[in-house]
């Protein structure tokens, strides 16, 4: 029998590094087959390669999609390609992203870099639910998990300005996966929507000096992909979906 015939199947876009990849090969230990998306098809290659050496010799199936996520076009045609060639998924993590220009406050930004975070963060965070999600919705069992930011939280800490075309698509994010669980039924249906926040990681986009591992940043993501959900639990961590998470709790939008 085919490996995805037994396992569950996550979709991970940003799969190729940082906190998609490190999510990705945390759930490959926890018994889930995989789909990669990247931009860059030689890392995406290494990066299959790496969790497949990193399995323990289970007969894992991965397979990569290459796919620029700022060019609406192309997301729909690699989510067609997923739909027809691989079984509904129980997860779809979407950890891909990229920050705005250091100066790029609203009265400054251009259309060009209002549009490249907008698409990238955003447009295609949407085609990628819209296209994917329905699937997992009617099966009952799916769980979507999106990285999004305490940049873009509404309340709190460090919400005072700049960075606007990433704040805004980060804001987007949040309200989306509100809206998407109580459209959904908030988890009592079988279908769960969450966006994180995993801080401040060592990725590309954080840095070699932030004061995470990206093993760390994808932490939350891989307990939310895992936890026992009940939508008449006695605890927030049992029966919540819909909401923002930093380490395994709830936070403010």
């Given at each position: ?29 926890r018994g889930f ?110 769980r979507v998990i ?108």
């Amino acid at each position: 029998m085919h490996a995805a015939d037994t396992r569950p199947l996550a979709i991970i876009t940003g799969g190729s590094r940082g906190l998609g990849f490190e999510s990705a090969k945390a759930l490959a230990l926890r018994g889930f087959d995989l789909a990669l998306i990247a931009k860059d098809s030689e890392r995406l290659t290494s990066a299959a390669q790496s969790i497949r050496a990193a399995s323990d010799g289970s007969q894992i199936n991965i397979s990569t999609f290459t796919c620029d996520l700022e060019q609406p076009h192309l997301v729909r045609k690699v989510i067609d390609s997923i739909n027809q060639s691989l079984p509904t998924p129980q997860l779809l993590i979407l950890a891909h992203g990229v920050m705005s220009e250091k100066m790029s406050k609203t009265l400054k930004t251009n259309d060009a870099e209002w549009r490249r975070v907008m698409a990238i963060n955003l447009d295609s965070v949407f085609q990628l639910v819209n296209g994917i999600a329905p699937a997992m919705a009617d099966a009952r069992n799916g769980r979507v998990i999106i990285f999004s930011a305490c940049l873009g939280r509404m309340s709190g800490p460090g919400n005072a300005g700049g960075l606007a075309p990433y704040r805004i698509s980060k804001a987007g994010v949040n309200a989306l996966v509100r809206n998407l669980a109580h459209e959904t039924g908030l988890g009592a249906r079988g279908f769960l929507v969450d966006a994180i926040c995993p801080n401040h990681s060592r990725t590309d986009m954080g840095g070699a000096d932030a004061p995470r591992s990206a093993e760390e940043g994808a932490a939350t993501a891989v307990w939310l992909a895992t936890r026992a959900f009940d939508s008449a639990g006695s605890t927030d961590a049992q029966k919540i979906t819909g909401v923002l998470w930093e380490d395994n709790q709830i936070v403010p939008w």
